[in-house]
């Protein structure tokens, strides 16, 4: 009886990371902070913001089949709970993973960097379709 304890034991064992947390934070987290930002060409389309390093990101998207997540950078301001990633396999800092590791079903999401629009969008990404992205104001976007 005992025998049939140990694959599932070892399955658990492997999906959690060997008892690693890679949600963890780093020692010297970046704090990301909260800003807002406004599409030129559209004044009612706005975002918020998260500042890093000089940049700027808003919403893009999800990844297609699963999260790659890199390593955890940080965490947004006020939330320690909400915490930023590199995005393993995209271009470096371009884009950045935000997910919630307090919720339960939680989504992780892209932010993308707003210098990076017009620039081809990789594959295994999928946009929320915001017309900032397409480089379209919302009187184009909606024609």
């Not at 890679?22 to 010297?28: E, G, I, Q, T």
């Not at 940080?74 to 470096?92: K, M, Q, S, W």
């Not at 620039?119 to 976007?141: I, N, R, T």
């Amino acid at each position: 009886m005992k025998q049939q304890w140990i694959p599932l034991l070892l399955t658990a064992l492997c999906l959690t990371g060997c008892g690693e947390d890679r949600f963890a934070l780093p020692d010297d987290p970046v704090v990301f902070r909260e800003g807002y930002f406004v599409n030129p060409d559209d004044p009612e389309d706005t975002f918020a913001t998260r500042e890093w390093d000089g940049r700027t990101y808003i919403l893009f998207g999800i990844e297609k089949n699963r999260t790659h997540f890199g390593k955890c950078l940080g965490y947004v301001e006020g939330d320690e709970n909400t915490r930023i990633f590199a995005a393993e396999g995209l271009p470096e800092t371009d884009y950045l993973i935000e997910y919630d590791t307090a919720g339960v079903m939680e989504q992780a999401v892209y932010l993308r960097c707003i210098d990076t629009q017009g620039d081809p969008v990789p594959e295994q990404l999928e946009s929320y379709g915001y017309p900032f992205w397409d480089g379209k104001s919302a009187a184009e976007a909606s024609a």
